[in-house]
């Protein structure tokens, strides 16, 4: 299959001192379903930032779709920025708005400024948001404000956001840290759908490993902002998950091999 | 461990209660404040406002002129008050962290609202006197000028507090600047910020009186006029009517707060 996004000796040092990321490499096919977990301040939330540019690496190369994304500029950025999905651990939805308002902002990516700021959206887009909606089961939802949902029907608003930009990727900053278990399943089970049936790319950021072991198909393992893992999930051994989270054998909760 | 802990905070509060009274001490020392002659002055003063200052039938007629300085004062405090909630988004908008184009700016926007805020409205007030004269523009701009500072730094608190989060995402997706701030920015903060407007609205017409005996204006130079004059009587009827005005003021933008928010 064909190759999406490379990273290529990507660096990133915040101030002087701080090193995020140092020398990462690493390339997604289209459709894969890649999740990143690594230890508290590994840098997983700065590399996916440095993907769509919302942080500047300091160093390398990322190639999305065949472009270069260092090189473009304010423009050409924001037409790549409408091809990536963000998702947010805490939705980062505007509260006091609707839902349907906030699904219809995916869309303000393709909008010239005159009509974003007056948020002018055609009948047709209208239609389109209610669609997504309808696939994330949040019919019964549409014309409430966010700020009276669940949090698990939050992040669904924020993945119905995502979705009506008709990205080619998604990137997932730890999309089920806010919430229990069972809005958890419910989550990852939608990425998973929006993976498989839509061809959608999803490069996911998250703290459970064996969420991760069970909905990807590879593994990124980040360590002090070092590529220190990278293959399928069914290979990985209980030892290469420590090295990841730099603990010892047996310290952490996790069943590894089939389970 | 812990037994000193809680040990250390009660001498804490004991250091900072003794420098306080400390302080009061001191003050009354160096004032050659007469603590007793101050509380047996009160019942003096209320027997001279209730023996002189209260309005009569005759004061009753001045009322159409009085109420007529009121609202042009009334009216001159809004228009400060939203001129200013304009030019004041505009710089909040520029100098918090979460939208700023870039640092700079956001330094200067937020200086220019420092230096606005921290000159009193009386001082303003004297200082335009010469630029205007006499004239209720005079007033209206020493109002502006506290009520933007005011807001601006109000404003940037605002949209600081209602967070980058929705800020981030819009921006993810390819949304111009612009367009970030009118379907993020400003939504989540509006509420916020008209509840801000209102107080200042509040402010303003408390200020305006005191603005009025400087420059010579609306119903504070009324009052002053009939004050000096001493005419009590129709002087109590003007303050009054400020009460008044302020409570009914006070109890529309109360409503408004509760739909509002
Ligand atoms: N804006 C910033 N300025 C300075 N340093 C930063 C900034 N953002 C992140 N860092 C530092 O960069 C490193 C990587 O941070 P990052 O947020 O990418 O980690 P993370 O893997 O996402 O952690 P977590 O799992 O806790 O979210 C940390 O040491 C952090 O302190
Ligand atoms: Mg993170």
């Known amino acids: 299959m064909k190759t999406l996004l490379e990273v290529k000796n990507v660096s990133k040092q915040y101030g002087t001192d701080t090193v995020a990321l140092s020398d990462v490499n ?31 690496a300091s160093n390398g190369e990322i190639i999305f779709d065949n472009v270069n994304v260092q090189g473009l500029r304010k423009k050409e950025l924001r037409r790549l920025r409408t091809k990536i999905g963000m998702i947010f651990q805490h939705y980062n939805l505007v509260m006091r708005m609707s839902v349907i308002e906030n699904v219809l902002h995916g869309l303000l990516g393709y909008k010239s400024t005159f009509s974003g700021v007056l948020g002018l959206y055609s009948e047709e887009e209208k239609k389109k948001a209610l669609q997504v909606l309808t696939i994330l089961g949040l019919q019964e939802q549409v014309y409430k404000r966010c700020d009276q949902l669940s949090g698990g029907q939050k992040q669904r608003v924020g993945i119905a956001r995502a979705l009506i930009q008709n990205p080619k990727m998604l990137l997932c900053d730890e999309p089920i840290a806010s919430l229990d278990p069972n809005a958890s399943k419910i989550i990852m089970d939608y990425l998973k759908k929006i993976s498989s049936s839509m061809g959608i790319t999803v490069l996911v950021n998250l703290h459970q490993v064996d969420v991760a072991l ?36 047996g310290e952490l909760m996790i069943e590894v091999g089939g389970k | 461990m812990k037994t000193d802990f809680f040990a250390k905070k009660r001498r804490q509060s004991l250091l900072i209660l003794f420098v306080l009274v400390l302080v009061c001490y001191g003050s009354i020392i160096l004032t050659d404040y007469d603590v007793a002659k101050g509380f047996t002055s009160f019942p003096m003063a209320i027997d001279w406002g209730l023996s002189n200052f209260y309005p009569t039938e005759a004061s009753l007629a001045k009322l159409p002129e009085i109420l007529a300085e009121l609202l042009q004062t009334v009216l001159v405090s809004i228009a400060a008050a939203t001129v200013a909630a304009v030019c004041a988004m505009l710089f909040a908008i520029f100098g918090s962290s979460i939208t700023k184009v870039n640092n700079f700016m956001s330094t200067i926007s937020r200086g220019i609202a420092t230096l606005f805020r921290n000159i009193d409205v009386a001082a303003w007030a004297m200082i335009l006197l010469f630029s205007f004269g006499q004239s209720a523009l005079t007033g209206y701009f020493a109002l502006f000028f506290v009520s933007f500072g005011f807001l601006t730094r109000a404003f940037i608190e605002t949209i600081d507090e209602v967070g980058s989060g929705s800020v981030e ?93």
């Not at chain 1, 990807?216 to 989270?245: A, L, M, Q």
């Not at chain 2, 529309?252 to 509002?260: A, T």
């Open chain 2, 169 to 261: 995402a819009l921006t993810a997706t390819g949304a111009s600047y612009f367009t970030v701030v009118f379907q993020s920015v400003i939504p989540s903060s509006l509420p916020q910020m008209i509840s801000w407007v209102l107080f200042m609205v509040e402010t303003n017409i408390r200020s305006a009186t005191l603005v009025g005996i400087l420059t010579g204006t609306g119903i504070g130079f009324l009052f002053d006029l009939y004050y000096k004059s001493l005419n009590y009587n129709v002087a109590s009827l003007i303050v009054i009517t400020i009460v008044g005005a302020i409570l009914l003021i006070e109890y529309i933008s109360n409503y408004v707060r509760r739909v509002i928010l």
């Open chain 1, 26 to 56: 690493f390339s997604v096919k289209e459709g894969e379903f890649v999740s990143v977990i690594g230890p508290s301040g590994a840098g997983k939330s700065t590399l996916l930032r440095c993907i769509n540019r919302m942080i500047e």
């Open chain 1, 214 to 249: 069970k909905y990807s198909d590879r593994i990124i393992g980040v360590s002090k902002g070092k590529i220190v893992y990278d293959g399928s999930p069914k290979k990985i051994s209980e030892e290469e998950i420590n090295t990841i989270y730099g603990s010892e054998a």
